[in-house]
């Protein structure tokens, strides 16, 4: 018997959205436009590690010239969880001699601690009579050396890595797979009918792989001055 072990998780970056500008109030006069300052920062945050597993190879092998019957083959990870193992054939399986059962394991864990991964082959034991007709008698399970559950050179999945930010009046402000802030200018007016006016401005992002979203916006409040003796 032997065996290897190669480990995975998945690592979900997570994302957030702030949006300011220099001034949130302005007062025009007729004609008059003003100028806003925005900036859109998106922040990747922490990731948060999840669906550790272990997953590889067993080989059983058969050194005699004799075929051998194997009754199953299964895979313990330390802390007594089981593997789910595929052979590709039907139990018992008779196994040619000198030739090799290849299988395949995995097992989700519940987290990254070191541990160890044992596969064992259980083979069915015969008596003969003097016709070497067989009797079956009992069983023995032939196990691997133990392979390391290592999570230190683990392959990492990486989720929602990036993410597209866009914003209501600046439109696409494209893809980003780090923490950016992005600064764009707005002009603001002229109006030609006396009151007060909201210019609200949305900044949002979607990331790439489950599409969570978010967003965040900026008001600034006009106030169409009325001219003097008006």
């Keep these: 018997m032997t065996k290897d072990a190669f480990t995975s998780f998945a690592r979900t970056y997570n994302w957030a959205i702030d949006k300011w500008?220099?001034?949130?109030?302005?007062?025009l006069a007729i004609g008059e436009t003003g100028t806003v300052y925005y900036s859109v920062a998106v922040n990747m945050l922490g990731p948060t590690d999840s669906n550790w597993a272990v997953n590889g190879n067993i080989a059983v092998y058969n050194p005699a010239p004799v075929q051998a019957t194997i009754n199953g083959v299964s895979d313990i990870v330390s802390g007594g969880i089981g593997a789910t193992v595929d052979?590709?054939?039907?139990?018992?399986?008779?196994?040619?001699?000198?030739?090799?059962?290849?299988?395949?394991?995995?097992?989700?864990?519940?987290?990254?601690?070191?541990?160890?991964?044992?596969?064992?082959?259980?083979?069915?034991?015969?008596?003969?009579?003097?016709?070497?007709?067989?009797?079956?008698?009992?069983?023995?399970?032939?196990?691997?050396?133990?392979?390391?559950?290592?999570?230190?050179?683990?392959?990492?999945?990486?989720?929602?890595?990036?993410?597209?930010?866009?914003?209501?009046?600046?439109?696409?402000?494209?893809?980003?797979?780090?923490?950016?802030?992005?600064?764009?200018?707005?002009?603001?007016?002229?109006?030609?009918?006396?009151?007060?006016?909201t210019v609200e401005n949305t900044a949002s992002f979607n990331t790439n792989d489950t599409g969570v979203t978010g967003s965040d916006a900026w008001t600034v409040r006009c106030h169409r001055a009325v001219p003097a003796g008006v």
Excluded: H, K, W
């Design 21 to 27: 500008a220099d001034q949130s109030a302005l007062t």
């Design 87 to 197: 052979c590709g054939v039907s139990f018992p399986y008779t196994l040619a001699g000198y030739g090799t059962l290849n299988c395949t394991y995995n097992a989700s864990l519940p987290d990254a601690s070191f541990r160890t991964n044992t596969a064992t082959a259980t083979r069915q034991n015969y008596s003969y009579d003097y016709l070497m007709n067989p009797t079956p008698v009992g069983t023995t399970d032939i196990s691997s050396a133990p392979a390391n559950v290592d999570f230190s050179n683990a392959t990492i999945n990486e989720v929602d890595e990036c993410a597209n930010v866009s914003d209501s009046f600046a439109g696409n402000l494209g893809m980003v797979c780090s923490s950016q802030t992005f600064p764009y200018i707005r002009t603001i007016g002229p109006y030609d009918v006396c009151g007060d006016y």
